[in-house]
Protein backbone atom coordinates (compact mmCIF):
# COMPACT_ATOMS: atom_id res chain seq x y z
CA UNK A 1 0.00 0.00 0.00
CA UNK A 2 1.15 3.70 -1.22
CA UNK A 3 2.36 5.45 2.23
CA UNK A 4 0.01 8.76 2.45
CA UNK A 5 2.02 11.85 1.16
CA UNK A 6 1.69 14.30 3.88
CA UNK A 7 0.79 17.60 2.00
CA UNK A 8 2.07 21.01 3.65
CA UNK A 9 0.32 24.37 3.83
CA UNK A 10 3.39 25.54 1.85
CA UNK A 11 2.29 22.51 -0.93
CA UNK A 12 -0.76 24.21 -1.17
CA UNK A 13 0.16 27.99 -1.72
CA UNK A 14 2.49 26.40 -4.32
CA UNK A 15 -0.31 25.16 -6.21
CA UNK A 16 -2.27 28.26 -5.94
CA UNK A 17 0.47 30.54 -6.64
CA UNK A 18 2.87 28.79 -8.66
CA UNK A 19 2.01 30.91 -11.37
CA UNK A 20 1.80 33.99 -9.89
CA UNK A 21 4.88 34.83 -7.43
CA UNK A 22 5.17 38.58 -6.95
CA UNK A 23 6.80 40.99 -5.39
CA UNK A 24 4.81 43.04 -2.76
CA UNK A 25 4.18 45.87 -3.65
CA UNK A 26 3.70 49.17 -1.40
CA UNK A 27 0.44 48.05 0.72
CA UNK A 28 -2.40 46.13 0.82
CA UNK A 29 -5.46 46.03 2.56
CA UNK A 30 -8.42 43.51 3.19
CA UNK A 31 -11.73 43.32 5.32
CA UNK A 32 -14.20 40.59 5.99
CA UNK A 33 -16.75 39.58 8.42
CA UNK A 34 -17.17 37.58 11.51
CA UNK A 35 -19.05 34.22 10.65
CA UNK A 36 -21.05 31.86 13.10
CA UNK A 37 -21.73 28.55 12.40
CA UNK A 38 -25.46 27.09 12.27
CA UNK A 39 -24.09 23.84 10.90
CA UNK A 40 -20.21 23.41 12.93
CA UNK A 41 -16.81 22.41 11.67
CA UNK A 42 -15.71 19.99 14.19
CA UNK A 43 -13.13 17.60 13.66
CA UNK A 44 -10.65 17.56 11.16
CA UNK A 45 -9.56 14.89 8.67
CA UNK A 46 -6.17 16.88 8.17
CA UNK A 47 -4.48 18.70 10.75
CA UNK A 48 -2.08 20.32 8.71
CA UNK A 49 -4.01 21.82 6.18
CA UNK A 50 -7.05 22.53 8.34
CA UNK A 51 -9.32 20.04 6.33
CA UNK A 52 -12.78 19.34 7.91
CA UNK A 53 -14.64 15.76 8.37
CA UNK A 54 -17.84 17.41 7.22
CA UNK A 55 -19.37 20.27 5.59
CA UNK A 56 -20.65 23.11 7.75
CA UNK A 57 -23.01 26.28 7.34
CA UNK A 58 -22.46 29.81 8.66
CA UNK A 59 -24.01 33.14 8.41
CA UNK A 60 -21.67 36.25 8.57
CA UNK A 61 -22.42 39.29 10.44
CA UNK A 62 -22.88 42.39 8.34
CA UNK A 63 -21.26 44.56 11.52
CA UNK A 64 -18.57 42.65 13.40
CA UNK A 65 -15.40 41.75 11.96
CA UNK A 66 -12.03 42.50 10.69
CA UNK A 67 -10.15 45.29 8.75
CA UNK A 68 -6.42 44.57 8.20
CA UNK A 69 -3.02 46.62 5.99
CA UNK A 70 0.21 44.98 5.48
CA UNK A 71 3.28 46.89 4.06
CA UNK A 72 7.02 45.74 3.61
CA UNK A 73 8.85 47.09 6.71
CA UNK A 74 12.66 47.33 5.96
CA UNK A 75 13.58 45.52 9.14
CA UNK A 76 14.50 42.17 10.67
CA UNK A 77 11.21 41.12 12.01
CA UNK A 78 7.19 41.74 11.72
CA UNK A 79 5.52 43.76 13.84
CA UNK A 80 1.71 43.29 14.30
CA UNK A 81 -0.52 45.65 15.64
CA UNK A 82 -3.96 44.66 17.31
CA UNK A 83 -6.16 47.49 17.87
CA UNK A 84 -3.32 49.86 18.00
CA UNK A 85 -1.30 47.64 20.60
CA UNK A 86 1.96 46.11 19.04
CA UNK A 87 1.53 42.48 19.76
CA UNK A 88 4.45 40.74 21.87
CA UNK A 89 5.85 37.89 19.06
CA UNK A 90 5.97 35.42 21.70
CA UNK A 91 2.16 35.64 21.84
CA UNK A 92 -0.17 33.39 19.96
CA UNK A 93 -2.03 36.06 17.89
CA UNK A 94 1.46 37.30 16.81
CA UNK A 95 2.95 33.77 15.70
CA UNK A 96 0.21 32.76 14.21
CA UNK A 97 0.27 35.60 12.14
CA UNK A 98 4.32 35.44 11.72
CA UNK A 99 3.74 31.82 10.33
CA UNK A 100 0.88 32.53 7.87
CA UNK A 101 3.81 35.26 6.71
CA UNK A 102 6.31 32.65 6.55
CA UNK A 103 3.82 31.07 3.98
CA UNK A 104 3.83 33.99 1.39
CA UNK A 105 7.10 35.79 1.54
CA UNK A 106 10.61 35.61 0.66
CA UNK A 107 13.31 34.86 3.33
CA UNK A 108 14.33 38.53 3.38
CA UNK A 109 10.70 39.89 3.92
CA UNK A 110 9.05 41.37 6.49
CA UNK A 111 6.01 43.51 7.29
CA UNK A 112 4.27 45.86 8.86
CA UNK A 113 0.49 44.28 9.72
CA UNK A 114 -2.10 46.29 11.27
CA UNK A 115 -5.66 44.74 12.23
CA UNK A 116 -8.42 46.86 13.60
CA UNK A 117 -11.60 44.73 14.85
CA UNK A 118 -14.58 45.95 16.08
CA UNK A 119 -15.80 43.22 17.54
CA UNK A 120 -17.26 43.94 21.07
CA UNK A 121 -14.76 42.31 23.45
CA UNK A 122 -18.11 41.42 25.62
CA UNK A 123 -19.73 40.17 22.50
CA UNK A 124 -18.01 36.37 23.28
CA UNK A 125 -17.10 35.92 19.78
CA UNK A 126 -14.05 34.69 18.18
CA UNK A 127 -12.00 37.22 16.46
CA UNK A 128 -9.48 34.53 14.12
CA UNK A 129 -11.82 34.02 11.38
CA UNK A 130 -12.58 37.38 10.39
CA UNK A 131 -8.89 38.10 11.24
CA UNK A 132 -7.43 35.63 8.60
CA UNK A 133 -9.97 35.84 6.01
CA UNK A 134 -8.75 39.86 6.34
CA UNK A 135 -5.21 38.64 6.10
CA UNK A 136 -5.81 36.46 2.98
CA UNK A 137 -7.00 39.55 0.93
CA UNK A 138 -4.94 41.92 2.43
CA UNK A 139 -2.44 39.88 0.87
CA UNK A 140 -4.18 39.42 -2.04
CA UNK A 141 -3.79 43.28 -2.71
CA UNK A 142 -0.31 43.87 -1.75
CA UNK A 143 1.24 40.99 -4.08
CA UNK A 144 -1.51 41.19 -6.80
CA UNK A 145 -2.46 37.86 -7.30
CA UNK A 146 -5.87 38.32 -8.27
CA UNK A 147 -7.37 35.45 -6.77
CA UNK A 148 -10.67 34.54 -6.78
CA UNK A 149 -12.68 34.24 -4.02
CA UNK A 150 -12.77 30.53 -3.25
CA UNK A 151 -9.05 30.60 -3.63
CA UNK A 152 -9.02 33.16 -1.22
CA UNK A 153 -10.95 30.84 0.89
CA UNK A 154 -8.43 28.17 0.70
CA UNK A 155 -5.50 30.62 1.77
CA UNK A 156 -7.45 31.33 4.25
CA UNK A 157 -8.57 28.07 6.06
CA UNK A 158 -4.33 27.74 6.41
CA UNK A 159 -4.72 30.05 9.26
CA UNK A 160 -7.73 29.02 10.86
CA UNK A 161 -10.05 26.45 9.53
CA UNK A 162 -13.27 28.62 9.85
CA UNK A 163 -11.71 31.37 8.58
CA UNK A 164 -12.91 30.36 4.76
CA UNK A 165 -16.55 31.01 5.67
CA UNK A 166 -15.46 34.76 6.46
CA UNK A 167 -14.76 35.65 2.89
CA UNK A 168 -18.69 36.68 2.20
CA UNK A 169 -21.67 38.03 3.50
CA UNK A 170 -24.84 36.14 4.68
CA UNK A 171 -25.03 32.41 4.39
CA UNK A 172 -21.95 30.46 3.49
CA UNK A 173 -21.30 26.93 3.38
CA UNK A 174 -18.10 25.28 3.52
CA UNK A 175 -17.47 22.46 0.75
CA UNK A 176 -16.11 19.21 2.53
CA UNK A 177 -14.11 18.11 -0.76
CA UNK A 178 -12.45 14.62 -0.82
CA UNK A 179 -8.76 15.86 -2.37
CA UNK A 180 -6.01 15.18 -0.36
CA UNK A 181 -4.66 18.66 -1.07
CA UNK A 182 -7.70 20.67 -0.15
CA UNK A 183 -8.07 22.36 -3.32
CA UNK A 184 -12.27 21.33 -3.40
CA UNK A 185 -12.74 22.57 0.07
CA UNK A 186 -13.18 26.09 -0.05
CA UNK A 187 -16.86 28.59 1.28
CA UNK A 188 -19.33 29.25 -1.44
CA UNK A 189 -22.14 31.65 -0.94
CA UNK A 190 -25.89 30.90 -0.91
CA UNK A 191 -27.49 33.97 -2.63
CA UNK A 192 -30.38 33.66 0.09
CA UNK A 193 -31.48 36.80 2.18
CA UNK A 194 -33.31 37.21 4.68
CA UNK A 195 -33.54 40.28 5.80
CA UNK A 196 -35.94 39.81 9.22
CA UNK A 197 -33.02 37.10 10.49
CA UNK A 198 -31.88 38.54 13.93
CA UNK A 199 -28.67 36.95 15.72
CA UNK A 200 -28.89 37.81 19.65
CA UNK A 201 -24.67 37.85 21.12
CA UNK A 202 -25.36 36.69 25.01
CA UNK A 203 -22.25 36.79 26.62
CA UNK A 204 -21.84 34.61 29.40
CA UNK A 205 -17.92 34.41 30.06
CA UNK A 206 -15.09 36.45 27.88
CA UNK A 207 -12.94 34.73 30.06
CA UNK A 208 -9.99 32.78 28.62
CA UNK A 209 -11.11 29.01 27.67
CA UNK A 210 -9.44 26.44 29.39
CA UNK A 211 -8.95 24.04 26.31
CA UNK A 212 -8.67 25.94 22.53
CA UNK A 213 -10.66 24.45 19.52
CA UNK A 214 -7.87 23.23 18.02
CA UNK A 215 -6.90 20.54 20.51
CA UNK A 216 -10.44 20.01 21.97
CA UNK A 217 -11.44 19.15 18.33
CA UNK A 218 -8.38 16.77 18.13
CA UNK A 219 -9.41 14.83 21.29
CA UNK A 220 -13.15 14.54 20.16
CA UNK A 221 -11.81 12.93 16.66
CA UNK A 222 -9.35 10.72 18.79
CA UNK A 223 -11.42 9.62 21.70
CA UNK A 224 -15.05 10.54 21.61
CA UNK A 225 -17.40 7.48 20.49
CA UNK A 226 -20.12 9.60 20.17
CA UNK A 227 -18.06 11.61 17.17
CA UNK A 228 -18.47 8.36 14.89
CA UNK A 229 -22.07 9.39 14.54
CA UNK A 230 -21.11 12.70 13.81
CA UNK A 231 -21.10 12.73 9.90
CA UNK A 232 -24.42 11.47 9.87
CA UNK A 233 -25.65 14.06 12.35
CA UNK A 234 -24.00 16.95 10.15
CA UNK A 235 -25.43 15.22 6.90
CA UNK A 236 -29.09 15.55 8.12
CA UNK A 237 -28.56 18.62 9.57
CA UNK A 238 -27.50 20.54 6.54
CA UNK A 239 -30.29 19.46 5.03
CA UNK A 240 -32.65 20.69 7.04
CA UNK A 241 -30.49 24.15 7.12
CA UNK A 242 -30.08 24.81 3.43
CA UNK A 243 -34.29 23.64 3.28
CA UNK A 244 -35.03 26.20 5.79
CA UNK A 245 -32.95 28.97 4.93
CA UNK A 246 -34.15 28.62 1.07
CA UNK A 247 -38.08 28.33 2.68
CA UNK A 248 -37.04 30.89 5.20
CA UNK A 249 -38.36 28.63 8.07
CA UNK A 250 -37.43 29.80 11.37
CA UNK A 251 -38.95 26.88 13.33
CA UNK A 252 -36.86 24.33 10.65
CA UNK A 253 -33.79 26.51 10.76
CA UNK A 254 -33.43 26.76 14.62
CA UNK A 255 -34.61 23.13 15.40
CA UNK A 256 -31.46 21.90 13.23
CA UNK A 257 -29.13 24.40 14.43
CA UNK A 258 -29.46 24.59 17.98
CA UNK A 259 -30.02 20.50 17.66
CA UNK A 260 -26.64 20.68 15.79
CA UNK A 261 -24.72 22.85 18.57
CA UNK A 262 -25.87 20.21 21.28
CA UNK A 263 -24.95 17.47 19.28
CA UNK A 264 -20.88 18.65 18.60
CA UNK A 265 -21.31 19.59 22.49
CA UNK A 266 -22.03 15.77 22.96
CA UNK A 267 -19.34 14.95 21.19
CA UNK A 268 -17.06 16.76 23.41
CA UNK A 269 -18.92 15.27 26.02
CA UNK A 270 -17.96 11.94 25.40
CA UNK A 271 -14.29 12.47 25.27
CA UNK A 272 -11.44 11.89 27.51
CA UNK A 273 -10.88 13.60 29.33
CA UNK A 274 -14.10 15.21 28.56
CA UNK A 275 -14.52 18.36 27.49
CA UNK A 276 -17.30 20.63 28.65
CA UNK A 277 -17.17 24.69 27.76
CA UNK A 278 -20.62 25.32 29.34
CA UNK A 279 -21.06 27.78 32.58
CA UNK A 280 -24.11 26.88 34.92
CA UNK A 281 -25.23 30.05 33.23
CA UNK A 282 -24.96 28.82 29.77
CA UNK A 283 -27.48 26.19 31.12
CA UNK A 284 -29.88 28.62 32.68
CA UNK A 285 -29.66 30.97 29.33
CA UNK A 286 -30.32 27.77 27.79
CA UNK A 287 -33.28 26.72 29.63
CA UNK A 288 -34.69 30.31 29.36
CA UNK A 289 -34.99 29.82 25.42
CA UNK A 290 -36.87 26.56 26.00
CA UNK A 291 -38.83 28.31 28.44
CA UNK A 292 -39.73 31.57 26.21
CA UNK A 293 -39.84 28.72 23.02
CA UNK A 294 -42.73 26.47 25.30
CA UNK A 295 -44.55 29.92 25.56
CA UNK A 296 -44.67 30.33 21.96
CA UNK A 297 -41.79 32.19 21.07
CA UNK A 298 -40.05 31.00 18.39
CA UNK A 299 -36.37 31.51 19.69
CA UNK A 300 -33.14 29.12 19.15
CA UNK A 301 -29.66 29.27 20.13
CA UNK A 302 -26.44 27.93 18.86
CA UNK A 303 -23.11 28.07 20.43
CA UNK A 304 -19.04 26.99 19.46
CA UNK A 305 -16.40 26.42 21.57
CA UNK A 306 -17.40 28.63 24.65
CA UNK A 307 -19.81 29.50 27.19
CA UNK A 308 -21.76 31.79 25.41
CA UNK A 309 -25.17 31.69 23.32
CA UNK A 310 -25.97 32.90 19.86
CA UNK A 311 -30.05 33.26 19.74
CA UNK A 312 -31.46 33.00 16.51
CA UNK A 313 -35.28 34.80 15.49
CA UNK A 314 -36.78 37.03 13.67
CA UNK A 315 -36.89 40.67 13.80
CA UNK A 316 -40.21 40.71 15.55
CA UNK A 317 -39.41 39.39 18.33
CA UNK A 318 -36.46 41.52 18.95
CA UNK A 319 -37.86 44.26 21.95
CA UNK A 320 -39.24 41.11 23.78
CA UNK A 321 -35.85 39.41 23.19
CA UNK A 322 -34.17 42.25 24.60
CA UNK A 323 -35.71 43.06 27.78
CA UNK A 324 -36.37 38.52 28.55
CA UNK A 325 -31.65 38.29 27.80
CA UNK A 326 -30.10 41.69 29.92
CA UNK A 327 -27.04 42.84 28.28
CA UNK A 328 -28.18 40.90 24.50
CA UNK A 329 -26.28 42.75 21.51
CA UNK A 330 -28.42 42.05 18.57
CA UNK A 331 -27.32 41.87 15.11
CA UNK A 332 -29.48 41.95 11.49
CA UNK A 333 -27.03 39.58 9.03
CA UNK A 334 -28.31 41.55 6.41
CA UNK A 335 -28.32 44.91 7.42
CA UNK A 336 -26.01 47.02 5.21
CA UNK A 337 -22.37 45.12 5.16
CA UNK A 338 -19.45 47.35 6.41
CA UNK A 339 -17.75 45.11 4.51
CA UNK A 340 -18.41 45.70 0.90
CA UNK A 341 -19.13 41.72 0.31
CA UNK A 342 -22.53 41.35 -1.15
O1 LIG B 1 -11.73 27.49 12.91
P1 LIG B 1 -11.53 27.13 14.33
O2 LIG B 1 -10.33 26.26 14.53
O3 LIG B 1 -11.54 28.35 15.22
O4 LIG B 1 -12.78 26.20 14.83
C1 LIG B 1 -14.10 26.69 14.93
C2 LIG B 1 -14.97 25.69 15.58
C3 LIG B 1 -16.39 26.13 15.94
O5 LIG B 1 -16.45 27.54 16.11
C4 LIG B 1 -16.76 25.48 17.27
C5 LIG B 1 -17.41 25.69 14.90
C6 LIG B 1 -17.47 26.46 13.61
O6 LIG B 1 -17.90 25.85 12.63
O7 LIG B 1 -17.14 27.66 13.57
Avoid at 283 to 312: C, E, Y
Wanted: aromatic content about 8%; overall charge negative; proline content about 4%.
Amino acid sequence: MDAQVKISKGDVVDRLLAERKSVPGKRGSGQAPVNIALCKYWGKRDENINLPCTPSLSISLAEFGAKTDIEPVDSDRDVFILNGEVQDKASDAASRVVEYLDLFRTEQERFRVESVTNIPVAAGLASSASGFAALALALDDLFEWGLERRELSVLARLGSGSACRSLYGGFTEWLVGERSDGMDSFAVPIETVWEDLRIGLVEISSAPKAIGSRPAMSRTVATSQFYRCWAARVAEDMAEIRAAIASRDLERLGTASEGNALAMHATMLDSRPAILYWKPESVQAMQHVWHLRSAGVPIFFTMDAGPNLKLIFEEKHTALIESEFADVRVEAPFAKSIFNLF
